[in-house]
């Protein structure tokens, strides 16, 4: 669908609609994200939609939030490196348009930390591989499994004569009657293959037999029976996930 | 906005808290996040499924917040529609990322939404003052569906039309017919 043109047509007026509800994707949602910056009618259409849907947040049943929630918002933004303080004196409280594209722009910065505190655990785990090193024991490729807060729960090594590799970076806390499935995916269309079942977090060597290992592989931890997963597939939480990249 | 009846009593408190958070006051975000957390949280549990990837949602939406407060401008719009716009930003990236890399076998858009969350349960707890619901309420209930269901639960085009069966091209055209009839309506 071509962009119109015309801020007053009701075809540009739905376009921002669109975007409000999250149905742009790819190359749309970017032109429209650089036009909620360039032009202040379709940012004024934007404003205008998203008011009316406020209407359907608020029928959002209130969750009360876990208490650490806030010492981990705190935590967030004590590792900024430029204080709000600061931007505030230097930014004019009515400035132009194209705030809202700047922080959405500036979210990507918020990634980059994120990537900057996942490459972080990737070094942290180079030089895991460095300390093997010593051992003649060299990874072909190595996965970390980060948590859903990005933190660094487990390592995957794969090595030349096919043995394969978990090291847990940390404790997991697994309920009575339950535990640590593994499991890998190469390809969608196969699904994920389960290749280790341990009852705490622990070295093991996972199975992996006959089947593909290769880079960009997926790797992940999920909270299982004590038996192991009843369908073969993963049903419980994941724990942890992370792809093999290549040693260098 | 006489539309904007989602919560009247808050109005201009948002506001006056954002402009503080601006000047590094933090127990303003503070008193943002007591008022408005438990809410956030509901709405990106709705759109992500997992409580853990919600809480993830609302923590760096709070510290979004906090880190472009100096950039919110009154002039522009609501303090809570910046907000939420933030949240529900941040919510489909990581619905998005997600979807991505995921391996289970019940990818989040098919888990089970809530019964609450489906498209006339929501509707029934849209607020009769809303213009949003009055003009929702002259579509056709299936039309006005897909408009909640991507609004609400954040699916895509693609999956809006694999859960109800229909062609990708009637479900896009459909919402945007439903956007101009909303448009018309709305004013």
Known sequence: ?248 | MATDATQPRQAGEIETALLACAAGDKSALKRIYEVESPRMLGVAQRLLKRRALAEEAVQDAFVLVWRHAARFDPERGAGLTWIYAILRNRSLSILRDEKRTETSDTPIAEETASEEDDPETVMSKLSDATALRACLEMLPPQRRGLVLLAFVQGLTHGEIAGRLKLPLGTVKSWIRRSLLSLKECLG
Request: glycine residues 8%; charged residues 20%; aromatic residues 6%.
């Open chain 1, 1 to 248: 669908m071509s962009p119109a043109a015309d801020a007053t047509s009701p075809e540009y007026n739905a376009l921002a609609g669109e975007y409000v509800l999250g149905l742009l994707e790819g190359q749309e949602r970017d032109a429209a994200e650089h036009r909620l910056e360039q032009d202040s009618a379709f940012a004024t259409a934007v404003e205008r939609w998203r008011r009316h849907f406020a209407a359907l947040d608020a029928t959002a049943t209130p969750i009360t939030p876990p208490a650490d929630l806030w010492s981990r918002i705190e935590a967030g933004i004590a590792g900024l490196i430029q204080p709000a303080a600061s931007a505030a004196t230097l930014r004019p409280a009515t400035a132009g348009p194209g705030r809202l594209a700047e922080w959405w722009n500036s979210l990507f910065v918020w990634r980059g930390a994120a990537f900057a505190g996942a490459l972080a655990t990737i070094l942290l785990a180079v030089g895991l591989v460095g300390a093997l090193d010593r051992a003649k024991r060299q990874p072909l490729m190595v996965a970390v499994l980060l948590t859903d807060s990005n933190a660094a729960a487990a390592v995957v090594h794969t090595f030349a004569d096919g043995r394969v590799e978990m090291l847990p970076l940390q404790s997991i806390d697994v309920p009575a009657g339950k535990a640590l499935e593994i499991w890998t995916l190469w390809d969608r269309a196969v699904g994920p293959r389960s290749v280790g079942l341990i009852d705490r977090a622990r070295s093991t060597p996972l199975r992996l037999d006959n089947l593909p290992l290769g880079k960009d592989q997926l790797f992940e931890i999920t909270l299982e029976p004590a038996t192991g997963s009843p369908t073969g597939r993963p049903t419980g939480p994941i724990i942890a996930k992370g792809t093999t990249s290549q040693r260098l």
